[in-house]
């Protein structure tokens, strides 16, 4: 499955809620992740974009069962 697909067949508000907790490395906390483009990961899926609050490039991988 396209790597879009696999993302937008996550409910929601699953989703919502996994955009607003990416771990920035700058921030040293959870924020939430814009600009993000969707990638193929062996476990899923990846989101790669900026932190919200610095800009610093964040990454999260959202494990998906087939
Ligand atoms: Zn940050």
Redesign the pocket.
């Known amino acids: 499955m396209e790597a879009n697909r696999k993302w937008l067949s996550i409910p929601e508000n699953i989703r919502k809620q996994l955009i607003l907790n990416v771990f920035?490395s700058?921030?040293l906390d959870a924020?939430k992740i814009k600009d993000f483009v969707i990638k193929p990961n062996p476990a899923g899926v990846v989101l790669e974009g900026n932190?919200a609050?610095?800009g610093?490039g964040v990454a999260r991988v959202v494990e998906i069962e087939e």
Do not use: D, M, Q, S
């Open positions: 920035c700058n921030c924020v932190c609050v610095c610093n």
